[in-house]
């Protein structure tokens, strides 16, 4: 049975079912960004992997819907993430992230940005009015701006919208479950050496 099409009228129901407005085939991404420019609809785009989603991030892309009226957000495949980020990454699995951004009012459409695709492809693809870069990331340097800047109305940093990210909760995460493993095996030791002292063992 062949996918039914996504059109302008589906992406502004704020009822639809979240996996229409998951976006993987790039054609059916540039039709319906295409459409959507042909009725004088702002497009933004943003891009990352949106680990461990938090309030910043909420918050982030809040901030990027208010620069135009259609907000687009590339997720990197779980793939790309461990290519990006490290074989510990990511945290939470691709569908999951999604689902999870799909249910924030402020996102729009979604698309999947494959380990193959570069940082460029999909914002060559859609030409946004706005492109959103956050000023935490290293991935878009001064080069990268000029060469993608005559693809996109103009590009805005935005500060990162939390005290904290995903990075650093990760890093607490990790170091409280080995303050626990330590505790366990001190716990254990002491326990097998005054089992010695008390001639248990």
Not at 6 to 18: E, F
Not at 158 to 183: C, D, M, W, Y
Request: net charge positive.
């Amino acid at each position: 049975m062949p996918e039914e099409r996504v059109t302008v009228k589906d992406i502004l129901n704020p009822d639809l079912d979240i996996s229409r407005r998951l976006i993987r085939n790039n054609k059916d991404l540039q039709r319906v960004v295409k459409s959507l420019k042909d009725n004088d609809y702002k497009i933004v785009l943003t891009q990352g992997v949106w680990d461990l989603i938090h309030e910043g991030h909420a918050k982030y892309l809040q901030k990027a819907k208010s620069y135009g009226d259609i907000l687009i957000v590339g997720v990197d495949s779980d793939e790309l993430t461990r290519r990006r980020k490290g074989p510990s990454r990511p945290i939470v699995p691709e569908t999951e992230r999604v689902k999870m951004l799909a249910h924030l009012r402020y996102v729009d459409i979604l698309t999947i940005r494959g380990v193959n695709e570069g940082l460029g492809d999909l914002i060559k693809l859609i030409k946004p009015d706005t492109l959103i870069v956050s000023k935490s990331t290293k991935d878009f340097t001064k080069k990268m701006k000029s060469e993608y800047g005559p693809f996109c109305g103009k590009i805005a940093d935005l500060q990162p919208q939390s005290e904290t990210n995903t990075t650093a909760r990760i890093r607490n995460l990790s170091i409280e479950g080995v303050e626990k493993l330590a505790g366990k095996i001190k716990k254990l030791a002491e326990e097998f050496i005054q089992g010695i002292k008390d001639g248990k063992e």
